[in-house]
């Protein structure tokens, strides 16, 4: 069984995928909509980060 880190960098294309495992279309736009919300969850947390230490209150 893989481990969730290794699945994310096949997500996001650090790693590259296990050529054992089925391929279809099914997969393919399964992969897709998971590697768009990893890198929404990514762009929201660095907002978030940037606002908590950089934006000062008045």
Request: avoid cysteine.
């Amino acid at each position: 069984m893989k481990s969730i880190w290794n699945q994310i960098l096949q997500y996001l294309y650090i790693r590259k995928r296990d050529k054992s495992e089925p391929l279809n279309t099914n997969t393919k736009l399964m992969h897709g909509m998971n590697r768009i919300s990893i890198l929404m969850f990514l762009v929201a947390l660095l907002i978030l980060l940037y606002k908590v230490f950089f934006h000062k209150s008045h």
